[in-house]
C-alpha cells in the first residue's frame, strides 16, 4: 500500500472554529490532491499540488486553503468551519500520470 | 474544462455474471488518462484500472476490462465473472496531462453503485 496518511481520521468541530487537515506521505510523490466526498457528488476537488509551495484550486475551493512547504505534507485549512463542510475528506498522491493513490479518509463534522 | 458523467446511479448483477458501469468525459486535451476506482462501503479508495488516451489495446487487470472508444468519448468498465466482493461503488476518473505541472488535475465522475445479487 502507498504510505499515506491523513490526520485525524475523524473530527467534531463547531461552527466558526479554524480547522487543519494533515495529509503525510512516505513516496516522494510530486503531485497531492485534497478532495470532499458527498453523497450523489462523487469527489470533488478542493485544492491540489504539483509541488513544494505550488498549488492551485480545484472546482470547490472556496472556505479552504492549503500548504505545502515540504514534499510530504499537505495541509488543508478550513479557515472558518461551517456545517456545509460537513464531509469525508480525502487526500491523493501521485507521481506517474498512470497512477493516484488515496488515503484512508477523514470525517469531519461540524456542528 | 474537463468532466466525467457516470449516467448509472445504481446496477444490480447476477453473482457470475459479467457488468458493464457507463462512462462518458469530455476534454479539449489530446492526452489524457482515465482511471477507474472502487470504493466498498469500508470507504477507502482502491484503484483499479488506468488507459491512457494514446494506447492502442484496451487495459486489462484481471476481471476488470476497460472499453475504451475513443470516438465516443467513453471509458466503460466491464467486470466479468461478478462476485458478491464486488458489490461497492464505482468512480471513473480523468487526468489530462500535457507539459504543465498545473494540469495534473484529477476529476471524478459523481459514481455507480454496483449490487452483485446470490
Known amino acids: 500500500d502507498a504510505g499515506i496518511t491523513q490526520s485525524p481520521r475523524h473530527k467534531v468541530t463547531e461552527t466558526g472554529t479554524p480547522v487543519t487537515l494533515r495529509c503525510h506521505q512516505t513516496e516522494n510523490h510530486r503531485y497531492m490532491y485534497w478532495y470532499r466526498q458527498d453523497p450523489g457528488h462523487g469527489l470533488r476537488l478542493i485544492h491540489y499540488?504539483?509541488?513544494?509551495?505550488?498549488?492551485d484550486k480545484g472546482e470547490v475551493s472556496d472556505g479552504y486553503s492549503v500548504s505545502r512547504s515540504k514534499t510530504e505534507d499537505f495541509l488543508l485549512t478550513l479557515e472558518s468551519a461551517t456545517s456545509s463542510q460537513t464531509s469525508v475528506y480525502f487526500c491523493?498522491?501521485?507521481?506517474?500520470?498512470?497512477?493516484?493513490?488515496f488515503g484512508q479518509g477523514t470525517r469531519l463534522t461540524v456542528v | 474544462a474537463q468532466k466525467i458523467t457516470q449516467t448509472q446511479p445504481g446496477m444490480f448483477v447476477q453473482e457470475k455474471e459479467a457488468v458493464t458501469l457507463d462512462c462518458t468525459y469530455d476534454?479539449?486535451?489530446?492526452?489524457?488518462?482515465l482511471f477507474w476506482y472502487k470504493q466498498p462501503s469500508s470507504g477507502e479508495m482502491i484503484f483499479l484500472i488506468y488507459q491512457g488516451s494514446y494506447d492502442q489495446q484496451n487495459a486489462t487487470e484481471g476481471r476488470y476490462s476497460l472499453n475504451f472508444q475513443k470516438a465516443r468519448k467513453s471509458a466503460n468498465l466491464v467486470i466479468s465473472a461478478s462476485q458478491l466482493g464486488d458489490s461497492a461503488m464505482y468512480f471513473c476518473?480523468?487526468?489530462?496531462?500535457?507539459?504543465?505541472?498545473?494540469?495534473?488535475?484529477?476529476?471524478f465522475g459523481k459514481g455507480t453503485l454496483l449490487t452483485v445479487n446470490p
Open positions: 476518473a480523468m487526468r489530462s496531462f500535457n507539459s504543465g505541472g498545473s494540469n495534473y488535475k484529477l476529476t
Open positions: 476534454t479539449s486535451d489530446p492526452s489524457y488518462g
Open positions: 499540488s504539483y509541488g513544494v509551495k505550488d498549488t
Open positions: 491523493a498522491i501521485s507521481e506517474s500520470h498512470t497512477e493516484a493513490f
